[in-house]
């Protein structure tokens, strides 16, 4: 099976502080996601990667880095934590052709406080 | 732009009743994939059902199965015999060269 993980479940978070989010997939996927859930709003993307050290910004990358130096692990940064960006964080990934599955980690809950 | 509207934020149903999610989408391409995910109370978002467009057929997974109507831009999802189980929130989403989710629908199935 696919598996894709995000080290943190939970997290809480000073403002102003550097966050970093891992994500880890097992099945050699080139494309990786990064989005962002909070309720009412869906899933929106930040930023994603078709390879190692390619990045393309999302629909909602401010605040956001990502860092791909290895094809498996894909990690996000929150530079300087704000209140706003107190929500669940979504890692996917995926074969390179359009139309294939999306997996799916099981997210990472951060509250900035 | 593509855009994925689920017009039913949240639904609740008896169980093994059967329930249909609604999902609609605006597009100019001829050739993309659609998908349901289920994202249950653990969070843990999976694959429910898969359909390309140029297949005319409707996809079917066990209970689960779709009502696709290309020239409508409808992509609905029916579930069968509905279970506990089913609880979850449902998203539709479009695949071509991006991935467009829709803001999922809150199904509860009732005991």
């Known amino acids: 099976d696919v598996k894709v993980t995000q080290s943190s479940r939970y997290l809480v978070k000073r403002t102003g502080e550097k966050v970093f989010l891992e994500c880890v997939q097992d099945?050699?996927?080139?494309?990786m996601f990064w989005y962002r859930q909070d309720p009412g709003l869906g899933l929106r993307l930040i930023y994603f990667?078709?390879?190692?050290?390619?990045?393309e910004k999302g629909d909602i990358p401010e605040g956001y880095s990502v860092s791909r130096e290895k094809k498996e692990r894909f990690s996000l940064i929150l530079e300087s934590a704000s209140t706003n960006q107190t929500s669940m964080y979504l890692c996917?990934?995926?074969?390179?052709?359009?139309?294939?599955?999306?997996?799916f980690g099981e997210g990472s809950w951060l509250t900035v406080v | 732009a593509q855009t994925v509207t689920q017009s039913q934020p949240e639904m609740s149903v008896q169980e093994a009743e059967t329930v249909t999610l609604s999902c609609t989408y605006d597009?100019?391409?001829?050739?993309?994939?659609l998908f349901w995910y289920k994202q249950p109370p653990s969070r843990q978002m999976i694959l429910v059902i898969r359909?390309?467009?140029?297949?005319?057929q409707n996809a079917t997974e066990n209970r689960f199965s779709v009502n696709f109507q290309k020239a409508a831009k409808s992509f609905s999802l029916k579930i069968s015999d509905s279970q506990l189980g089913d609880t979850a929130m449902y998203f539709c989403?479009?695949?071509?060269?991006?991935?467009?989710f829709g803001k999922g629908t809150r199904l509860h199935i009732l005991p």
């Open positions: 996917a990934s995926s074969l390179p052709q359009s139309g294939n599955t999306i997996y």
């Open positions: 099945m050699d996927h080139e494309n």
């Open positions: 990667s078709y390879d190692v050290k390619m990045k």
């Open positions: 597009t100019s391409e001829n050739n993309y994939y």
């Open positions: 359909q390309e467009a140029y297949k005319q």
């Open positions: 989403a479009f695949v071509d060269d991006k991935i467009i």
